[in-house]
């Protein structure tokens, strides 16, 4: 059958490259409309899993949790931080149901500016009013006069008084910024905490629009204007001889930015990744055929094989993941080796008429690689068995691909070849006489089989230290440290992991009836991993009659701050009585609080250098000391729908959150407190539960790709090799290979992780296939001398060998650390087949062969 298809392909050659070249053009046009790649790291999974049935079902009532933006803003100033907030709250208010489908910002929300203080315990509501204490006088006198002669002759006054030094400090602080602020800030002047960063977040849930590449593009294009107007516009943060980042910053993170830098990333980096891979391909190929034409042939086949195998790929799956895109520098990697030894091949027969030794050739190689593809295929289809979705999608593509590029070598690349015949020469064996010359490497490999003993007692002592050091490997399942640890979005969710702004490991269970919540707080509230568990009714706080009577005490002495707006006088008589009570100030420093308060600040505002907008921010901090003081006793009923609506669903289900107790970065610690809640509330979701149980499924996926790898990989040796002696050199070449991939992974400090997991059962794919090539071409030789010298085989592995690492290099280098990660490990396998073959399979193949 091949050859009668070989036959009539170099026959009607122009019709069949014609048509191969027509189905290119259809399948690349249908790939610039369909691509589309799902950033996911959950959808990487089964939705039959039962963590993500529990993440569905929890989503479906709770919608406004998932796919999240969080604007993130810090500043030094309290008043900056809110300001900035309150400012992007209105405008994105403005696109609420446009762009966002929910936008959640506390400190906006009438209830929490009016109840605030009822939250905080007795102990902290007392210090809280004891710091309002100290500012209020000060303040609401000033609200009578907010000129800036109205600000010197209250610090005039109050400076006449005998003040503590925690006050002056306070006075010394205030002149210190009403020289260097273009506007003062108030909010935080005469607090007591040593804050040195202030942070609001903002929650949104953006409108996605999944017909696009970027789903939320627009969503994030808007709010990317909004913030660079901000940065380019306010002018009521600036320090003088200072940047404008000393004062603020506004990032963006949550699962909708981390997924867009995701694809920026990916996207970026996978143009980026096959074109720096297609080059080295080039470079190698160029040296190793010494032929354009064949270049040219090989290089056509790799793209057309590339856009088949894509197109393929949308076909089955509609859209790539996160791990299925790798499958480009892959398929380029891999998919190249078949044409390599194809063409390699040639050279063996290429004394003979031009059709004939293409005849010749297929017939010779035909079979290995057709037996190549298959044992590749077996690494990548093994995935293809497990729960992992996305991996599983990688290993049908992926080995799909390898048969295609199988079909192309073997019909396409002849036909081409025939093509472009008149460039060819079949007189003379160009490669034939050049190899006896240029084979350096033949020296190289003849140094490792004359030295093979010694090789081989090495390669044994590191064997059995690999077996050893298996219990050094680590799986990292934290998926966050997958994303690019460089970009905005991460850096940022990092830092609120750390100062606790956020609790990504807490979990969410949903109940029916308050009675249920009362049964889980009692079997959980005890243990040592549960913090604390939080739900509708912690929304009204405790001791609320207490607190009341405590706030009423506290308004019958200092009540609610009227303001009265004042005009600002330019006459000169005014400045006069401005630069008398300066002097005023100055004396009464000098004569009390010198050791205090800094004289050069007052010598400043003497020479003029003050704020031009000193009360930008004093008119909010009024409103909110007043607003403070509103608070009402709170029932249930009385909590507004837009938090309510984050505790309670609209099919009545209530959502009960779990914090817990321990560091959850410690595997032992997540694994006890996602157990202990698991007996209790199976239906638990997100969080360290999702993680926990991701990292799970992925190693039982890992263990089961592996165990199916290995089997068929076994079978498949069997039947192709029927030769238990040969059988059983090519398993222990390929178990060495997995042993010393691991041990080089511990020595270089990389952890297993959901990304480079890949490499371990492919191993055995690629293993298989090159110990199947060495030994079926070593069969035709009788000795091993005879077959380097005389076989294009070793150099074809060579180069495949080079081709392979240079494209696995690249996916090294991605930002992406998943994707690095996954580089590094396959180029280590790669290497560690190689290494095997040299210091194993050739030894064991010379011992048991007498070759």
């Known amino acids: 059958m091949t050859n009668f298809l070989i036959n009539w392909v170099l026959t009607y050659s122009k019709r069949f490259i014609f048509f191969i070249l027509l189905l290119t ?49 810090d500043a030094k100033n309290s ?3 809110k300001d900035i907030a309150s400012s992007l709250y209105t405008k994105i208010k403005k696109k609420e149901g446009l ?27 007392e210090k809280r009013l004891d710091e309002m204490i100290n500012y209020q006088p000060f303040i609401s006198r000033l609200s009578q006069d907010q000129t800036f002669y109205g600000l010197l002759n209250t610090i005039n006054l109050f400076l006449s008084a005998e003040l503590s030094d925690s006050y002056a400090n306070k006075i010394n602080k205030l002149l210190k910024n009403l020289t260097e602020q273009k506007s003062l800030t108030w909010g935080d002047l005469f607090s007591n905490d040593n804050i040195k960063n202030y942070r609001e977040i903002i929650y949104l849930q953006p409108i996605l629009d999944y017909s696009k590449f970027f789903p939320s593009e627009e969503p994030l294009l808007f709010l990317d204007n909004q913030i660079q107007n901000i940065k380019k516009n306010y002018e009521h943060i600036k320090y003088k001889n200072l940047t404008e980042d000393y004062n603020f910053k506004i990032r963006l993170s949550g699962t909708v930015p981390m997924e867009q830098d995701e694809l920026n990333t990916l996207g970026g980096g996978a143009k980026i990744g096959v074109t720096i891979s297609l080059i080295l391909v080039f470079i190698f190929l160029f040296y190793a055929f010494k032929n354009s034409f064949y270049l040219l042939a090989s290089f056509l086949t790799l793209i057309i094989g590339l856009i088949w195998t894509t197109t393929f790929a949308l076909l089955l799956f509609q859209e790539l993941n996160l791990i299925s895109i790798a499958f480009a520098i892959l398929f380029i990697g891999l998919g190249i080796d078949f044409s390599i030894h194809y063409l390699l091949r040639t050279y063996e027969f290429s004394i003979k008429e031009f059709k004939f030794f293409l005849i010749s050739t297929n017939n010779s190689i035909a079979n290995a690689l057709f037996l190549t593809s298959i044992a590749i295929a077996i690494g990548f289809f093994s995935f293809a068995f497990t729960p992992f979705k996305g991996l599983g999608q990688l290993g049908i593509i992926a080995g799909t691909g390898m048969f295609i590029s199988l079909f192309l070598t073997l019909f396409f690349l002849p036909s081409f070849l025939i093509f472009i015949k008149k460039v060819f020469n079949p007189k003379r064996n160009i490669f034939k006489e050049k190899s006896l010359k240029d084979f350096y490497f033949v020296s190289f490999m003849t140094f490792f089989k004359r030295n093979s003993k010694f090789f081989f007692i090495l390669s044994s002592i590191l064997f059995l230290f690999s077996v050893f050091n298996l219990k050094n490997i680590e799986f990292n399942n934290d998926p966050l440290k997958l994303r690019n640890q460089e970009s905005v979005s991460v850096i940022t969710m990092n830092e609120l992991i750390k100062d606790k702004s956020i609790n990504p490991h807490s979990v969410d269970i949903l109940v029916d009836r308050t009675d249920q919540i009362i049964n889980l707080k009692k079997e959980l509230n005890d243990l040592s991993q549960i913090k604390e568990i939080n739900f509708f009714d912690d929304l009204v706080p405790q001791n609320q009659d207490t607190k ?48 205090i308060i800094d004289i050069k600040y007052i010598d400043k505002l003497k020479a003029g250098e003050y704020s031009e907008n000193i009360f930008y921010f004093f008119e909010e901090n009024i409103k909110d000391f007043n607003d403070s003081l509103k608070a009402k006793k709170i029932l249930k009923e009385n909590i507004p729908d837009s938090i309510k609506s984050r505790y309670l669903s609209k099919n009545g289900k209530i959502r009960v959150e779990i914090v817990p107790a321990k560091n959850l970065n410690d595997q032992i610690n997540k694994k006890e ?34 165990v199916i790898s290995i089997f068929l990989t076994t079978l498949f040796l069997f039947f192709t090799l029927r030769s238990f002696k040969k059988v059983f050199i090519v398993f222990i070449n390929l178990v060495a290979a997995l042993l010393f991939s691991l041990t080089f992974l511990t020595f270089l400090g990389i ?44 150099r074809a592995i060579v180069f495949s060998l080079l081709t392979t690492l240079g494209t696995f290099f690249v996916l090294s280098l991605s930002s992406h650390v998943g994707t690095a990660s996954m580089g590094k490990l396959l180029i280590i396998s790669i290497f560690s087949i190689y290494l095997a073959n040299l210091t194993i399979l050739l030894p064991l193949e010379k011992y048991f062969f007498k070759k």
């Open 79 to 81: 008043d900056i931080a």
């Open 99 to 125: 762009l966002f489908n929910d936008i959640f910002y506390p400190d906006e929300i009438e209830f929490f500016k009016n109840n605030g203080l009822l939250y905080l315990s007795e102990e902290k509501l």
């Open 673 to 706: 407190f996602v157990e202990t809640v698991f007996e209790v509330a199976p239906n638990v979701s997100g969080g360290a539960f999702t993680t926990y149980s991701a990292g799970k499924t992925i190693l039982n996926s890992f263990i089961e790709a592996m």
């Open 25 to 73: 053009v259809a399948a690349g046009c249908f790939i610039y409309k369909n691509i589309s790649v799902n950033t996911s790291n959950t959808d990487l999974l089964s939705k039959e899993l039962t963590f993500r049935k529990n993440d569905i079902a929890f989503k479906k009532e709770f919608p406004q949790f998932s796919n999240n933006i969080m604007i993130v803003i």
């Open 548 to 595: 009341l009577e405590i706030l009423s005490q506290f308004k019958t002495f200092f009540p609610e701050i009227s303001l009265n707006k004042s005009t600002i006088s330019k006459d000169s008589n005014f400045t006069n009585k401005e630069n008398e009570l300066l002097i005023s100030i100055e004396n009464i420093v000098k004569e009390k609080y010198s050791s």
């Open 751 to 794: 952890n297993l992780n959901f990304a480079n997991i890949i490499a371990l059962p492919l191993l055995f794919g690629l293993g298989a296939a090159t110990s199947i090539q060495t030994i079926l071409r070593i069969d035709k030789f009788k000795t091993l001398d005879d077959y380097f010298l005389n076989s294009t085989t070793p």
